[in-house]
């Protein structure tokens, strides 16, 4: 595909994203429609898509119109391309600019506009973030980085950086955590590399391989992964200190590769279905990574960045409430609750915990820490509780 070709189907795809349908599912299904298409045109049109997505509304501003068309036109501007190169009309190229494109479009001014974010989150974005509020939406206009986890039950960092070189992929040692990689270069070579298949590296987040080494944890616990979804952060915690790893999600679905993962990592995590896990209570540790706005991860999913109204906030709050009261129970006198999320909102983090401890009797916090969006992570929460009760 030529690079304008590649602008044409971009404009598709964000068509069909802005009619609702979710991002992946659209590059996806266009991928497997589109055999011509070599993985440089895949990986292309996808940083198309998900720029375009990052900066939807000062795109949209540049382009001049909220449409697929109006979101690569002001890409390229911000970008500081002259689209007149590419929307040609010759060859699959978009069609040529009409007067009104070509003398369209303004400079972002209003504060949703500036920092790419829906009106609405703007204020939630400040009542949570404070003075960081601009820094981190601003953040999310860019591409996250790579991160890899040393599992160290079978290397160390600095073996792997060596190792990972064979595969053609470079990394360096990040400060967010010891355990943590930073991939420079050759990140679509992981999934294939030897370490990735011999479970010595895994994909995950800096923030949440530095969240789950912030744990005080004694080994030999009994723990469980109450929201465990493809299960990296009992895998994380597994490859630091003996115990009995248990995984459970509501969508049992989401643990299929779990076992072969926790395989090749060389841990033993049971998964129990979903509505089992009391039968194995109570544990001495469980862990609540619940289902939230993501925004700290936008950056990776930006779409989700628009999707999200006050009313799925809300109903997400009531979500991670009922999650916190019910895992609460099966935790054994004196053991310990871990809440998490890989959001940046006030409402979903300190205030859930907040919450919690006013509504329940016979638990206190040991731990609160958040991270921001960085070069070496997501933004992420998480909360520590010690049930007192004897």
């Known amino acids: 595909m030529t690079p304008a070709a590649r602008i044409e189907a971009a404009i598709g795809l964000l068509d069909r994203i802005l009619a609702g349908e979710p991002a992946e599912a659209a590059l996806t299904r266009w991928a497997r429609g589109a055999r011509y298409a070599g993985s440089k045109d895949r990986s292309a049109l996808r940083d ?31 970008q500081g391309t002259d689209p007149e190169t590419l929307f040609t009309g010759e060859r699959h190229a978009p069609a040529p600019l009409s007067e009104v494109e070509r003398s369209g479009g303004r400079t972002p001014k209003a504060e949703g506009e500036r920092l790419d974010l829906p009106d609405w989150l703007v204020a939630e974005f400040r009542a949570s973030l404070g003075t960081q509020a601009e820094a981190a939406a601003l953040a999310l206009t860019g591409r996250a980085p790579v991160m890899l986890r040393v599992n160290t039950r079978k290397s160390f960092a600095a073996e792997a950086i060596e190792l990972l070189k064979e595969s053609q992929i470079q990394a360096v040692g990040a400060e967010i955590a010891p355990t943590a990689l930073r991939v420079t270069d050759g990140a679509r070579r992981v999934a294939g590399s030897e370490l990735y298949r011999t479970g010595q590296v895994e994909l995950q987040d800096g923030s949440s391989q530095a969240a789950m080494l912030a744990l005080d944890l004694a080994p030999g616990l009994r723990a469980l992964d109450f929201c465990a979804g493809g299960g990296g952060k009992v895998l994380a915690l597994a490859a630091r200190l003996e115990g009995t790893w248990f995984a459970h999600d509501a969508s049992a679905g989401r643990m299929t590769d779990l076992p072969a993962r926790a395989h090749r990592a060389g841990c033993a995590v049971t998964c129990l279905v979903p509505g089992a896990a009391g039968a194995e209570a109570p544990y001495d540790f469980v862990l609540c990574d619940v289902p939230c706005s993501g925004s700290g991860t936008w950056r990776r999913t930006p779409d989700a960045k628009w999707r999200l109204t006050p009313a799925g906030l809300d109903t997400l709050t009531q979500t991670q409430d009922g999650i916190l009261r019910e895992a609460a129970k099966l935790v054994r ?52 509780l010690r049930k007192t009760i004897r």
């Open 48 to 78: 198309h898509v998900y720029q375009a997505l990052r900066c939807r509304r000062s795109c949209a501003c540049l382009g001049g119109a909220e449409t697929g068309r109006g979101l690569m036109l002001g890409l390229l501007r911000a």
């Open 333 to 384: 006198p004196g053991g310990t609750l871990g809440y998490a999320t890989c959001s940046v909102l006030r409402r979903e983090n300190s205030e859930r915990i907040e919450k919690f401890l006013n509504e329940t009797v016979g638990w206190e916090s040991i731990l609160i820490r958040s991270w921001p969006i960085s070069d070496e992570g997501d933004g992420f929460f998480l909360a520590h």
